[in-house]
């Protein structure tokens, strides 16, 4: 078993992946990180940078924690790509970030957190980037 993280260069995913760090540490199991990148996108900004994937490399080293950096692709559909990654895996939770949005948003927009919050079938720890973020 493992914890799969899905990484996103912004504060909820920084909260997210040093959450998932502790929990991996707390339950002696690597590190998946996801960095997906959208298919045919010249520039996505939901894919991490190197020194991104280098701070949370470092982090895991320093916990302890083995970390492995799972890079793919995913086409309309984020939150489907890391619900098959977690199955393909076998992971034991998915670590998630929340960031705050609007009702409106909410409901024009949906929400890859709420999908994969009420469509996985292994535990989610939904993180949210502290108020000073």
């Known amino acids: 078993?493992?914890?799969?993280?899905g990484y996103v260069p912004t504060p909820a995913g920084e909260a997210a992946a040093t959450e998932a760090v502790a929990e991996a540490k707390r339950r002696a199991e690597p590190l998946l990180v996801v960095n997906s990148v959208r298919e045919g996108a010249l520039?996505?900004?939901?894919?991490?940078?190197p020194e991104d994937l280098e701070r949370i490399r470092s982090l895991a080293a320093d916990a302890?924690?083995?970390?492995?950096?799972?890079?793919?692709?995913?086409?309309?559909?984020l939150a489907e790509e890391l619900l098959e990654l977690a199955i393909r895996h076998d992971v034991s939770v998915i670590?998630?970030?929340?960031?705050?949005?609007t009702q409106v948003g909410k409901f024009i927009m949906g929400s890859h957190a709420q999908r994969i919050l009420l469509q996985s079938d292994r535990p989610v720890l939904?993180?949210?980037?502290?108020?000073?973020?």
Do not use: C, P
Not at 1 to 5: A, C, N, P
Not at 43 to 49: F, L, P, W
Not at 95 to 101: E, K, Y
């Open 1 to 5: 078993m493992s914890i799969l993280v």
């Open 43 to 49: 520039v996505d900004k939901s894919a991490a940078a």
């Open 64 to 77: 302890g924690v083995e970390l492995t950096v799972l890079d793919s692709t995913h086409r309309d559909d």
């Open 95 to 101: 670590v998630i970030g929340l960031r705050q949005r």
């Open 126 to 133: 939904a993180v949210k980037a502290s108020a000073r973020d």
